[in-house]
């Protein structure tokens, strides 16, 4: 179940994506807002922190080089939580970037989850919250969040098409 929900959030970053030129990948309907491209981006960053620290492995952004491809002016391990609407303008890429390092993400997430086992679900990975966060509530939390920006950036493809 959790490779089809990781499968849908590619098929909806495809969708958003195709076909759009850089700038209106970068474009927001208003200041405040954020692009589709920040949305894929950031989307794509949160799974492969996230999933990255739950394999105990490394995020496919560092070692396989997408940080240097994109070449965006931010810190490495950025993510975009807390972003301003300055560091969301600075997040410009190409639809074939985007979708690109999404798959490179996806394929490492549905192989990590083809050899996990559902007694490890329980297992707890983070303290701080109140509950303890559990390995299967952090994949929900991932799948969820990025559902939700998937959904986003389709949205907003529909706006700036329809102007």
């Known amino acids: 179940m959790m490779i089809d929900g990781f499968d849908r959030i590619q098929q909806v970053v495809h ?3 195709k076909g759009l030129d850089v700038d209106r990948l970068a474009e927001r ?3 405040g807002t954020n692009s589709i491209a920040w949305l894929v981006w950031h989307l794509t960053r949160v799974q492969d922190d996230h999933l990255a620290d739950l394999e105990d492995g490394p995020q ?3 070692e396989q080089g997408w940080h240097e491809r994109f070449g965006l002016p931010l810190d490495e391990s950025d993510t975009g939580y807390g972003h301003r609407p300055a560091d969301v303008a600075a997040v410009r890429a190409s639809a ?7 798959d490179a993400v996806h394929d490492q997430t549905v192989a990590w989850l083809k050899n996990l086992k559902e007694s490890q679900l329980d297992r707890v990975v983070d303290e701080a919250w109140d509950p ?7 994949l929900v939390s991932v799948l969820s969040d990025d559902l939700q920006h998937a959904g986003q950036a389709a ?7 329809r102007r």
């Open 96 to 102: 074939n970037l985007l979708a690109g390092y999404h």
């Open 29 to 31: 309907p208003d200041e």
């Open 155 to 161: 949205f907003l493809r529909g706006i700036l098409k």
């Open 132 to 138: 303890p966060v559990t390995l299967g509530v952090r």
């Open 60 to 62: 496919v952004w560092t």
């Open 15 to 17: 969708g958003a994506v």
